[in-house]
């Protein structure tokens, strides 16, 4: 045996991707000279870039009881327990090879902080690795990374201005930069520095993806429609694997089938929880009822998860749910919090815990049916629910569409959201509750109508509105208005006011469909109680087509507006249906856009079915299924309880009608 040779052809194996046989090399070579460290490490090594990171790891522990200042083997035992999720075994390493300003050492270091959730300690350290090494792409990469999903806009762009300045061919920066620019309202120069991006490098998903963002936003629809086109073919062909050209957030706002949604989906769980993380112990189950039923969200604050679904933990009967609160989201100081904190058994903030440890202390809390009622929304950590710490997962309420996620047993939705034909969308199972799937809160008798003229809205005209907000508005769906007012000149379109180069689209569109610009009528946005009171003074909402209107549509019909919306193909073009069924309209949700101008000419022409439409939608609220958080409750109840019990019989889930 020729331990160089027979090392430098492992090597050479390895180096050529062939790293089964550079491994089996090397075992034996390590059962032969044992103490031989060059080869232990290289088989460590190895055992690490082939995803085995527990076998590697008694190899290095091995040179390190031989030799414990060995930097190569520190760090390579610190990669691999960052890859094991045991992030607080690997940072005093860290900390210890970071002392000498080695960058890999510093980048390895913010990770296990950021992996920690100790965002602020992540930050110095990418800080301090840009100063120290400014020509090192990683620390202003990841820097600027941990500073755009904060919520310190100001600091963002800072760092990434500064980061495109060392690192101009790094398209990945310019793509952050654009994200930046595009959250701040900057369109112009968003879509310079995307367009910048892919320049670089053609192939860059993500920026496609928010290039085709800031299109929308801006009602730029022919490059909307070419890099559309683009991004979909990307998908369909495979393209796209390994990247997000868009996130399925994002993917709401435009004309995807449920099977692509569903696909998009796909990508962003393998983009966001790489791998197959190591599930939590989990203690057994306890005997039910009630059940434990842990409410997992960022939006415990102003937001339209609590507009909705604020009401339900008050609601929940105690005898068969017991509910349980896990914050990973920001404090705002709404108020809504403290609601919850005052309607949950418990209200547990895991904002500051890494993934596992929030996930053991769902575990340990023993926690039956876990609720993720956010998925993939801004502050949302999907890496916990992936650790499975409950038996049941479900996801609910904030994410239209499904999650592709694997360990998400089930999804919460009703029979008009998402019909039979329409169950291949997911990959969970399916819980239909019936009514509706949306909670919302329990209804109240709206105020006085209030004065046009002080909305600046014509008092004898005829006033359709739109609150959908500007990124649903799409070409299809703004045609479709604008023959409505061409077939109903004594109408106004009320709409919340877009940004400046979309305004100017719409109007210039508006003026060439012959329709005068002036019949738009842009509304400022509001705190949602000023809006709410003002909704009255519009005397029909006409819907978007591709993603429709979902708490707003709830807002318009809380407060005596009536809704027409066409029903579509998929499920975010569906919960106006949803809705408008609980209250007892169905027939306000048409199948075409054809028969939606057809129906909302209709009422428009006759002022008397209009008036007859909101007494009847009047009439309805007091008793209405979709404003009952108690009725509600006991659906959900219900749902959760036939769920539990087909994981208590030993079975696997399976489509659940109530």
């Known amino acids: 045996m020729n331990i160089d040779q027979d090392m430098a052809k492992a090597i050479k194996l390895a180096q050529a991707g062939k790293l089964k046989p550079a491994i089996a090399i090397l075992d034996g070579l390590v059962k032969a000279a044992p103490s031989a460290i060059p080869v232990r490490y290289n088989l460590a090594l190895f055992l690490l870039m082939a995803g085995r990171h527990a076998e590697a790891l008694p190899h290095l522990d091995r040179i390190l009881a031989a030799q414990p200042g060995h930097a190569p083997s520190l760090f390579s035992k610190a990669k691999g327990l960052l890859a094991l999720d045991r992030a607080p075994e690997a940072l005093p390493i860290l900390e210890r090879l970071a002392v000498g300003n080695d960058p890999e050492s510093l980048l390895a270091l913010g990770n296990a902080l950021r992996q920690l959730q100790r965002m602020d300690e992540a930050a110095q350290?990418?800080?301090r690795l840009t100063k120290v090494a400014p020509a090192f792409p990683g620390g202003h990469m990841n820097l600027c990374i941990l500073l755009v999903s904060s919520n310190n806009n100001e600091a963002a762009l800072n760092a990434l201005d500064e980061a495109v300045r060392l690192h101009p061919k790094l398209s990945e920066l310019h793509a952050m930069r654009g994200q930046m620019l595009l959250r701040l309202g900057h369109h112009g120069e968003a879509i310079a520095a995307l367009k910048a991006a892919l320049e670089i490098n053609p192939a860059l998903a993500p920026a496609k993806g928010r290039l085709l963002r800031a299109y929308r936003e801006t009602a730029d629809w022919d490059s909307e429609d070419r890099l559309f086109t683009e991004i979909r073919a990307a998908i369909a062909t495979g393209e796209a694997k390994g990247q997000l050209p868009l996130t399925i957030q994002d993917a709401l706002f435009y004309p995807f089938t449920g099977e692509e949604m569903r696909r998009i989906a796909g990508l962003e769980v393998a983009f966001r929880v790489p791998g197959q993380p190591r599930p939590v112990l989990r203690p057994q189950p306890?005997?039910?009822?009630?059940?434990?039923?842990?409410?997992?969200?960022?939006?415990?604050?102003?937001?339209?998860?609590?507009?909705?679904?604020?009401?339900?933990?008050?609601?929940?009967?105690?005898?068969?749910?017991?509910?349980?609160?896990?914050?990973?989201?920001?404090?705002?100081?709404?108020?809504?919090?403290?609601?919850v904190e005052r309607h949950c058994e418990a209200f547990v903030d895991l904002s500051s815990s890494s993934d596992r440890a929030a996930a053991e202390r769902i575990a340990a809390d023993g926690v039956q049916i876990l609720v993720d009622m956010s998925v993939f929304t801004r502050h949302a950590r999907p890496g916990i629910a992936a650790l499975r710490p409950a038996p049941v997962q479900t996801v609910w309420l904030g994410l239209a569409a499904s999650s592709a996620c694997p360990w998400m047993d089930y999804a919460i939705v009703d029979s008009v959201l998402v019909p039979p034909a329409h169950g291949g969308h997911f990959t969970e199972k399916l819980i239909r509750l019936p009514d509706t799937y949306q909670a919302n809160l329990a209804w109240t008798p709206p105020g006085e109508r209030p004065s046009r003229e002080a909305l600046g809205l014509p008092e004898d005209r005829l006033v359709l509105c739109s609150f959908n907000g500007h990124r649903k508005l799409d070409r299809a769906s703004f045609a479709l208005w604008l023959e409505i007012l061409a077939d109903l000149p004594q109408a106004v379109l009320w709409q919340l006011s877009p940004p400046d180069m979309a305004k100017r689209r719409l109007e210039d569109a508006a003026a060439k469909a012959g329709i005068d610009p002036a019949r738009l009528i842009w509304a400022p946005s509001l705190p949602r109680a000023e809006h709410l009171a003002r909704l009255p003074a519009a005397d029909l909402f006409v819907d978007a087509l591709v993603c429709g209107a979902h708490t707003t549509a709830a807002d318009s019909l809380r407060m005596g507006v009536p809704l027409v919306t066409v029903a579509g193909e998929r499920l975010g073009s569906r919960v106006a249906a949803s809705i408008l069924n609980a209250v007892g309209l169905p027939e306000l949700a048409v199948q075409s856009a054809a028969a939606m101008r057809d129906l909302v000419v209709a009422l428009g022409r006759n002022p008397s079915r209009l008036a007859d439409l909101r007494t009847r939608l009047t009439e309805l609220l007091p008793a209405s299924a979709a404003f009952d958080p108690a009725r509600f409750a006991r659906h959900l109840e219900a749902g959760y309880e036939a769920a539990w019990a087909r994981h208590a019989a030993g079975k696997k889930p399976e489509d659940i009608t109530l």
């Open 286 to 339: 306890k005997a039910t009822p009630p059940l434990v039923v842990g409410y997992l969200s960022p939006d415990y604050r102003e937001h339209a998860t609590m507009h909705l679904a604020g009401d339900i933990f008050a609601a929940h009967d105690r005898s068969r749910v017991r509910p349980l609160a896990y914050s990973v989201g920001p404090d705002d100081g709404s108020g809504w919090r403290e609601r």
């Open 125 to 127: 350290a990418f800080r």
